[in-house]
């Protein structure tokens, strides 16, 4: 087996809140009064082709949100959109930092989030400074838990499979990394993705 030389990252779930799961709409669907099943079945319809950026955030909103007329702009939902994004109570932010300090691991981010939310997040939670490559759907037109993403992901990096740990809150995008040869974890909560990480030969502190 060879040793670890790099960490892929998820985001919502892991680092932070989700950026736009059904916590984060619903929260902002009552901030304005409106219901939910009618924007829930367009953004089912939706959401995929805007995560990948095919779609732009104008015209995700005027699907979902304003096919009729609003008191409030686009603008005003959007910035009540991007309140929603916190550190995650269970963060392995910690994790994160203490990895990116060391120097002896390549990081990247590889998650499903559209090019505003994203744009925002990695600005606000300043990730430029921890992060080497970021693999986000918006940017590479490609949706875990897709394989052809953590493919790209690879040759990107110039790694082979087993060189890669990626940690995901979901199970799922986890089982296509693990698929592919990829280590995973399921993360949970800092101390149990810090105490997996150990047994990889990756010493942090929770």
């Known amino acids: 087996m060879s040793q670890v030389s790099t960490i892929l990252w998820d985001v919502g779930g892991v680092l932070l809140t989700n950026g736009w799961d059904h916590v984060q709409r619903y929260a902002v669907l009552e901030h304005f009064g409106l219901p939910r099943e009618p924007f829930e079945r367009i ?9 990948r950026d095919q779609i732009t955030v104008e015209e995700y909103l005027q699907k979902t949100v304003f096919c009729e007329p609003r008191q409030f702009t686009p603008q005003d939902f959007l910035a009540e959109m991007k309140k929603q994004s916190e550190l995650h109570p269970n963060t392995a932010i910690g994790l994160l930092r203490q990895v990116a300090a060391s120097d002896d691991l390549a990081v990247g981010i590889m998650n499903n989030e559209s090019r505003e939310l994203n744009d925002f997040r990695i600005e606000k939670f300043g990730f430029y400074e921890y992060f080497d490559c970021f693999v986000s759907s918006c940017y590479v037109g490609l949706r875990k838990p897709h394989p052809e993403i953590y493919k790209l992901a690879l040759d990107l990096l110039q790694r082979d499979p087993d060189e890669v740990l990626f940690i995901d809150d979901r199970e ?20 149990q993705t810090a105490m997996e990480m150990d047994r990889l030969g990756i010493h942090v502190d929770a």
Do not use: P
Request: proline share 0%.
């Open 43 to 51: 953004h089912a319809e939706v959401n995929d082709a805007w995560e």
């Open 172 to 191: 799922g995008n986890i089982a296509t990394a693990t698929d592919l040869g990829m280590h995973g974890i399921v993360h949970k909560t800092a101390k």
